[in-house]
Antibody, heavy 127, light 110 residues
Framework: EVQLVESGGGLVQPGGSLKLSCAASGFTFSDHQLDWVRQAPGEGLEWVGRTRNKGNTYTTEYAASVKGRFTISRDDSKNSLYLQMNSLKTEDTAVYFC??????????????????WGKGTTVTVSS | QSALTQPASVSESPGQSITISCTGTSSDVGSYNLVSWYQQHPGKAPKLMIYDDTKRPSGVSNRFSGSKSGNTASLTISGLQAEDEANYYCCSYARGSPWVFGGGTKLTVL
């Protein structure tokens, strides 16, 4: 069974740091691009960032709201994805989901979508 | 990158059909055949319902269908059932982003 399980959430003070993990199983982790998506209380989904796979040189991309504060990394040997969050703000309070991307090519076009999501881990930034 | 525009809420009776719209721009919805739709029940993870504008993953009921015209994508649910009551989010690949979500639509099955 394809599965993603997030961990590492908790209560942190503004300005603090936290590192989230996402453990994957049931698929070839190294083949996939992976994303972090968050959801503030009572709000919609917000894309946080993405790491590409080895074939795409592990390139990372971030939303403007977290760029320079958050860092995404992965360890293919451990089937794990990480989100290092620094300089946390109260507005970073959210449930953080990791998601697997499917990528495929048809002729000269690439297609992507996020197909499997974890259940999320809750981050609360408060004094 | 601005969020895609969805109606905040829609409602319909069981057995009827409903369509949820998702309006973007020529930089996202209108540029790529990469709109996906997610169903989310309260406290749960999002579930993929439609991808690549119109494709349905295996295991998703054929009551769910996707379409697109210009900068607006749509999700249609036919034969509404009580279990369809949930929040629905559209998502599109976007120039420079790469992903942008809609604000979400709360579906109530009356």
């Amino acid at each position: 069974e394809v599965q993603l399980v997030e961990s590492g959430g908790g209560l942190v003070q503004p300005g603090g740091s936290l590192k989230l993990s996402c453990a994957a199983s049931g698929f070839t982790f190294s083949d996939h691009q992976l994303d972090w998506v968050r959801q503030a209380p009572g709000e919609g989904l917000e894309w946080v960032g993405r790491t590409r796979n080895k074939g795409n040189t592990y390139t990372t991309e971030y939303a403007a709201s977290v760029k320079g504060r958050f860092t995404i990394s992965r360890d293919d040997s451990k089937n794990s994805l990480y989100l290092q969050m620094n300089s946390l703000k109260t507005e970073d309070t959210a449930v953080y989901f990791c998601a697997r991307e499917v990528q495929y090519q048809v002729l000269f076009s690439y297609y992507y979508y996020m197909d499997v999501w974890g259940k999320g881990t809750t981050v609360t930034v408060s004094s | 990158q601005s969020a895609l525009t969805q109606p905040a809420s829609v409602s319909e009776s069981p057995g009827q059909s409903i369509t949820i719209s998702c309006t973007g721009t020529s930089s996202d919805v209108g540029s790529y055949n990469l709109v996906s739709w997610y169903q989310q029940h309260p406290g749960k993870a999002p579930k993929l319902m439609i991808y690549d504008d119109t494709k349905r993953p295996s295991g998703v009921s054929n009551r769910f269908s996707g379409s697109k015209s210009g900068n607006t994508a749509s999700l249609t649910i036919s034969g509404l059932q009580a279990e369809d009551e949930a929040n629905y989010y559209c998502c599109s690949y976007a120039r420079g982003s790469p992903w942008v979500f809609g604000g979400g639509t709360k579906l109530t099955v009356l």
